[in-house]
């Protein structure tokens, strides 16, 4: 049972314009919620994380918004550049629990010059 | 500093080995993480390290898989008698505490294929 479900698989953007990745959860219990970034051949880097007391997180060209209601959460990359093109994984936890991530199934993004 | 490191980066074996992968974690942090990612499916948790306390199991998928940590720092994972189905690049991860939601840093993976 997939506990976090991402969308699009895919995604292609064109330079300047903004990417959108959308993700929802189902267990209410989830107090934690990152966004992963991953290369080709590299580990998963963290980009950016929420918890459920805010509503939108900024950081940089990097935007995280979270309805708590309808128990989704999403990434908007403004200004997107060739050099973002990625997989983007969003994830969940429970920190009072092991704190390990739930994740989605990820989001291959290709931002053409 | 030196981040996490995964060994080997490729292991190709034949169905029925056995395999151990080998992960060394930030010096320091007290959490530590397996994860497997197949293709199209997203990272799955594995099994979760806290400092000296029994270690969360409930990802592991069978019984041919298990994973120790020595002295609180490397973790091995092995898998007996491998099967196709096991090919995927195996993620290790650690963080500095668990229970605030630190960040968790990943190291490359190891792919491994079973022919």
């Known amino acids: 049972q997939q506990q976090v479900k991402q969308s699009p698989q895919s995604l292609i953007v064109q330079k300047g314009g903004i990417s959108i990745i959308n993700c929802a959860y189902e267990?209410?219990?989830?107090?934690?919620f990152p966004w992963y970034q991953q290369f080709p051949g590299k580990g998963p880097a963290l980009l950016i994380a929420?918890?459920?007391?805010?509503s939108e997180k900024k950081e940089g060209r990097f935007t995280i918004s979270f309805n708590k209601s309808a128990k989704q959460f999403s990434l908007h990359i403004m200004d997107s550049q060739p050099g973002d093109s990625a997989t983007y994984f969003c994830a969940a936890s429970q920190t009072t629990g092991a704190n390990n991530l739930f994740f989605g199934t990820g989001t291959r993004l290709t931002v053409i010059p | 500093g030196a981040g996490v490191s995964q060994s080997p980066s490729n292991k190709v074996t034949e169905k029925g080995k056995d395999v151990e992968l080998r992960c060394d974690p930030i010096?320091?942090?007290?959490?530590l993480y397996w994860y497997r990612q197949s293709l199209g499916q997203g990272l799955e948790f594995l099994i979760y390290f806290q400092g000296n306390s029994a270690p969360d199991k409930s990802g592991l998928p069978s019984d041919r898989f298990s994973a120790e940590r020595t002295g609180g720092s490397v973790s091995t994972l092995t898998i007996q008698r491998t099967q196709q189905e096991d090919s995927a690049v195996y993620l290790c991860?650690?963080?500095?505490?668990?229970?605030?939601?630190?960040?968790?840093?990943f190291g490359p993976g190891t792919r491994l294929t079973v022919l």
């Open positions: 267990n209410t219990a989830f107090d934690y």
């Open positions: 991860a650690s963080s500095l505490v668990s229970v605030t939601g630190d960040e968790q840093f």
């Open positions: 929420i918890r459920p007391d805010v």
């Open positions: 010096s320091g942090h007290t959490a």
